[in-house]
Nanobody
Framework: QVTLVESGGGLVQAGGSLRLSCVASARTFSPYAVAWFRQAPGKEREFVSAIKWSADDTYYADSVKGRFTMSRDNPKNTVYLQMNSLKPEDAAVYFC???????????????WGQGTQVTVSS
């Protein structure tokens, strides 16, 4: 069982930055992959990024590539999502999810956090 807790969301102006964190409790992240998804009101949950447990492979949605950076610190059981050059369309609830494989399909993931709200003002 993996329990995930996200933090770091908030209100930021367009062009600004936020860093989200996802901490696993009760069990180490390794060898689990971790992904970030987001969901805006009235929209489906959308893949943002994923990282393998070894951190040697990271995947990004085209919409965030070059602006977002995902990293992990396995000894701290923590994954980060550095979000730069934020746009109003990035506003959503951001969720981290964990599974033994990295995937873009949210149905792949068994373990989910409760989400953290990101609001971007124009």
């Amino acid at each position: 069982q993996v329990t995930l807790v996200e933090s770091g969301g908030g209100l930021v102006q367009a062009g600004g930055s936020l860093r989200l964190s996802c901490v696993a409790s009760a069990r180490t992240f390794s060898p689990y992959a971790v992904a970030w998804f987001r969901q805006a009101p009235g929209k489906e949950r959308e893949f943002v990024s994923a990282i393998k447990w070894s951190a040697d492979d990271t995947y990004y949605a085209d919409s965030v590539k070059g602006r977002f950076t995902m990293s992990r610190d396995n000894p701290k059981n923590t994954v980060y999502l550095q979000m730069n050059s934020l746009k109003p369309e990035d506003a959503a609830v951001y969720f981290c999810a964990s599974e033994t494989v990295a995937a873009r399909n949210p149905r792949t993931y068994e373990f989910w956090g409760q989400g953290t709200q990101v609001t971007v003002s124009s």
